[in-house]
């Protein structure tokens, strides 16, 4: 049997701080692999695995001792010797300020398509903490049985042409509504399911969260709460063509273009992808995440976890 002893500052198997000091040591633990320090309400909304009230994060922080781990530069909290990132969100935020309205068009026109039920922004923009080459990613909900057609159109209508362009935009995670259960339980997964922007479909995204109870062992503070833009609508209310191809495609002749597309995406993707990679695909779900970015941030979060129980300082 694991000893459990080895988990306790493995926020990825065993969210359970024993105390709102360990949690906001872990909080900016896994933020500072992103080089992102915190305000006290971003620390206590995304706090791991501890509920609590804002005022006692705030209590904490502002008002109070915080942990020795922990150091503050003007509004924002870090680790302790990693201040020049202050200033690295700061250039970054202005990096995403100016992607923000393409992420936004391009992701109501994504909406507007056949089948599509939720379009979200994930990745470094949802958290404002984008460089200016970064990709545009989305996370976007179909209806069940019609993922692969509706990922083939998105591309078709919106990708390219804003390729075209010099927008980069990477729907790289669809999954249908059918598909909700199929996350990976871990942090990172949560704080994509907590950090992700709505652009359509909110009502879809608490379906999502209700699918996903799990989430609230790791982010108990931000589980649940919408993170929208102004104008954030409902998806799947296409107008009267897209309504039209609809109906049209979901006849036996959609059925056959939709395993037909599903075949020969899938065997595409396996050819380029690695035994190492997180990608997986299947009729209910297409995750291209070819890389081993989740591995990463783990190794990373934990490697920074332990330097501070052995004392030593970035």
């Known amino acids: 049997m694991e000893d459990r002893a080895e988990n306790r500052h493995d926020p990825w198997t065993n969210p ?21 320090p915190l305000t006290w309400r971003e620390v206590h909304r995304y706090l791991v695995g501890r509920e609590a009230a804002a005022s006692a994060v705030h209590d904490l922080l502002i008002n109070g001792a915080a942990p020795k781990q922990v150091t503050r530069k003007g509004e924002y909290f870090t680790l302790p010797g990693r201040e020049r990132v202050v200033e690295v969100r700061r250039q970054r935020a202005s990096a995403a300020a100016e992607t923000w309205p393409q992420a936004v068009r391009f992701g109501r026109a994504m909406a507007r398509l056949p089948y599509v039920r939720m379009v979200a922004v ?34 078709q209508f919106v990708v390219k042409p804003a390729a075209r362009d010099g927008i980069e935009l990477c729907p790289n ?7 909700f259960t199929h996350f990976s339980r871990n942090l990172f997964t949560a704080h ?10 909110v009502e879809t995204y608490r379906r999502m969260c209700r699918r996903n109870r799990w989430v609230s062992r790791f982010l108990p503070n931000g589980y649940g709460r919408v993170r929208g833009v102004e104008g954030t609508a409902p998806a799947g209310e296409a107008g009267r063509i897209a309504g039209a191809a609809e109906r049209a495609l979901r006849s036996p002749i959609g059925g056959r273009l939709e395993r037909w ?12 992808g ?24 783990r190794e990373a979060v934990l490697a920074r976890l332990a330097s501070i129980d052995e004392g030593r300082t970035a």
């Open 16 to 36: 359970e701080p024993a105390t709102v000091e360990t949690a906001v040591v872990w909080t900016l633990a896994y933020a500072d692999v992103f080089d992102y």
């Open 261 to 272: 597309e599903m075949d020969r995406k899938i065997r595409r993707f396996e050819r380029q």
């Open 192 to 201: 994509e399911i907590v950090q992700m922007v709505v652009i359509a479909g």
């Open 274 to 297: 690695s035994e190492e990679g997180e990608a997986s695909f299947s009729p209910e779900w297409c995750k291209g995440h070819f890389g081993s970015h989740e591995k990463l941030v």
């Open 122 to 155: 994930t990745g470094a923009l949802s958290m404002n903490n984008a460089t200016p080459d970064d990709d545009i990613d989305y996370l976007i909900v179909t209806e069940t049985g019609r993922l692969w057609l509706s990922r083939a159109i998105i591309i």
């Open 173 to 179: 995670y669809l999954l249908t509504e059918r598909a």
